[in-house]
């Protein structure tokens, strides 16, 4: 089985700065990492995913995230911020064991970004 | 170029009724999930399915009953509303291992 821990429930920030939202996982086989964001009232879009090969992966809207394996962490960064970046964004891992477990997404809770003027 | 279409979009229910969450997708996906979503905890999986005929339980599977007759719907029943169920429900859909989810715009269910 897979969990994730986001470990901000809120983040605030102010337009044009840095952000990292971080994210934890945990898993006993190797695992695919997906990053989602959510507008108010919307559903879910994808922003990134990580499937194999290079660590940082880059995603829409300017964000990118790092795999660090040993660290078993799935950060997700933007250099530069606007007012429409905010969201609630989601990690998300699935197993990379074959079988019916592709699909299979396990979340973590959810970290609210605010950006203000 | 519809995606995943969840219906309705909005549902009030009694305690003890029972109604169906509708979910279609035009992209011949095999793989469909339903899931719920909950201040603070994310969103859950509730039900899945990797093709026609063949669905399994999620993490939160009590009081939901699914089924797959065909490969573009997934409907969720639930069977004797509790107000445990009030929630956003949100159907998705992908087409193989490690592919993007798609998700449906979502349905908010209170049950009173």
């Known amino acids: 089985a897979q969990s994730v821990t986001q470990l901000d429930s809120q983040v605030p920030v102010f337009e044009e700065a840095p952000v990292e939202l971080r994210c934890n996982y945990s898993s006993s086989v190797s695992v695919y990492l997906f990053w989602y964001v959510q507008y108010p009232n919307q559903g879910l879009q994808l922003l990134l995913k990580?499937?194999?090969?290079?660590?940082l992966v880059k995603g829409i809207n300017g964000f990118e995230a790092e795999f660090n394996k040993s660290q078993t962490s799935f950060h997700l960064r933007k250099p530069s911020v606007h007012i429409s970046d905010t969201a609630e964004y989601f990690c998300a891992v699935s197993a990379n064991a074959g079988g019916t477990s592709y699909g299979k997404l396990t979340f973590g809770q959810g970290t609210i970004l605010t950006v203000h003027p | 170029n519809a995606g995943v279409t969840q219906t309705p979009k909005f549902q009030v229910l009694k305690t003890g009724q029972s109604m169906t969450l509708q979910c279609a997708q035009d992209?011949?996906?095999?793989?469909m999930s339903w899931y719920r979503q909950d201040p603070g905890m994310g969103l859950r999986l509730i039900h899945y399915s990797v093709g026609a005929g063949i669905t399994d339980q999620g993490e939160v599977p009590n009081g939901y009953n699914v089924s797959r007759s065909t490969t573009e719907d997934f409907p969720l029943r639930l069977l004797s509303a509790a107000p445990s169920q009030t929630s956003v429900y949100f159907c998705a859909s992908s087409y193989g291992q490690g592919a993007i989810q798609y998700f449906g715009a979502g349905t908010r269910l209170s049950v009173l």
């Open positions: 990580y499937l194999s090969g290079s660590t």
């Open positions: 992209m011949n996906h095999e793989y």
